[in-house]
């Protein structure tokens, strides 16, 4: 299933989906999928941690 993420600086730019990873141990283990997301108008770049819980993403940004 796809997720459209709006940029959260630009606000109507949608951000592009880059990968998925599965959890590893640099990751916090209560998180099962990181994805990530860019904007191909700022180059912000979003994550999003998959809970293994409920399925809900838990989203961090950053500028490279």
């Known amino acids: 299933e796809e997720m ?3 940029c959260p600086k ?3 730019v949608e951000m592009i989906w880059g990968n998925d990873w599965d959890n590893d141990d640099d990751m916090d ?3 099962l999928i ?3 997301y860019s904007c191909p108008k700022c ?3 979003v ?3 998959w ?3 409920d399925g809900e993403g838990k989203g961090s940004t950053e500028k490279e």
């Open 29 to 31: 283990s209560k998180y």
């Open 4 to 6: 459209n993420i709006s």
């Open 43 to 45: 180059e912000t770049i």
């Open 10 to 12: 630009c606000k109507d």
């Open 51 to 53: 809970s293994e819980e």
């Open 34 to 36: 990181w994805s990530q």
């Open 47 to 49: 994550n999003v941690y």
